[in-house]
């Protein structure tokens, strides 16, 4: 789902979860971590830095996503929403062919392996940064914004192995614990604005919107 690189602007999001999503959330997440940790005992699929915590930031980005695209309009039965089931399998969102991969970390990286795996599927990496206390509810979101997997072949990137410095702004000590590969000119703007990727989603399944005409008084 491709279109030229834009400079995005940041935006904010209050935490659109229902009292029915913050219970899957606090339920999926034990399962994903138990999930986790048998397949860490195979090697097989896991990730090694997955925790309680980290499944719920994730589910929150998630199911933030999945609001939103409600919200802007988009029909419930063209999502197929595979993350809320916390199975590791799969992507986070699909619409149609379009697979959706939404990050919580606000890190624009991907270890190697995802990137190939995102290759493979052509898929489009969401960036969300949301922070948690231990407290769904009152959770941060925030919406930064998209890139297409191939930005990570087209755009400046750099490769960072554990411990690597990744300075921001914010945070100039930085450093990845993992293999990431680091969009790092991206992370400044957030990404490619979300209005471009939702107007995309909607062109692609036919969605026409809705213009608002001035009304004028013929004399």
């Known amino acids: 789902m491709g279109s030229s690189p834009t400079p ?15 219970k899957e959330i606090q339920i999926g997440a034990k399962k994903a971590v138990e999930l986790n940790k ?18 719920i930031r994730g589910a929150i980005a998630e199911y933030s996503f999945y609001n939103l695209l409600i919200k802007e309009g988009i029909p419930e039965d063209k999502i197929k929403f595979e993350a809320r089931h916390f199975s590791n399998k799969g992507s986070d969102i699909q ?3 379009q ?7 606000a890190w624009h990286s991907l270890a190697p392996s995802h990137k190939e795996k995102y290759k ?13 206390r231990g407290n769904i509810k009152t959770a941060t979101v925030k919406l930064l914004g998209w890139n297409d997997i191939h930005d990570f072949d087209k755009l400046k ?21 993992a293999n990431n590969i680091w969009l790092y000119e991206e ?3 957030g990404g490619r604005p979300i209005s471009i990727l939702i107007k995309l989603i909607k062109d692609k399944l036919g969605i026409v919107e ?10």
Not at 99 to 105: H, L, S, T, Y
Not at 210 to 219: A, G, H, S, T, Y
């Open 157 to 177: 990137t750099k490769v960072l192995k554990p411990n690597d410095l990744c300075p921001t702004p914010e945070n100039p000590s930085r450093r990845t614990c």
């Open 120 to 132: 493979r599927n052509n898929a489009v990496v969401v960036w969300y940064d949301v922070i948690y």
């Open 210 to 219: 809705e213009r608002q005409f001035e009304k004028v008084q013929l004399i």
């Open 95 to 97: 619409i149609e062919d």
């Open 8 to 22: 995005a602007t940041k935006q904010f999001i209050m935490n659109t979860l229902t009292d029915k999503q913050t």
């Open 99 to 105: 697979i959706f991969e939404i990050k919580a970390n």
């Open 187 to 189: 992370e400044k703007t």
């Open 38 to 55: 048998k397949r860490q005992q195979t090697g097989r699929n896991a990730y090694k830095h997955n925790n309680q915590s980290s499944a």
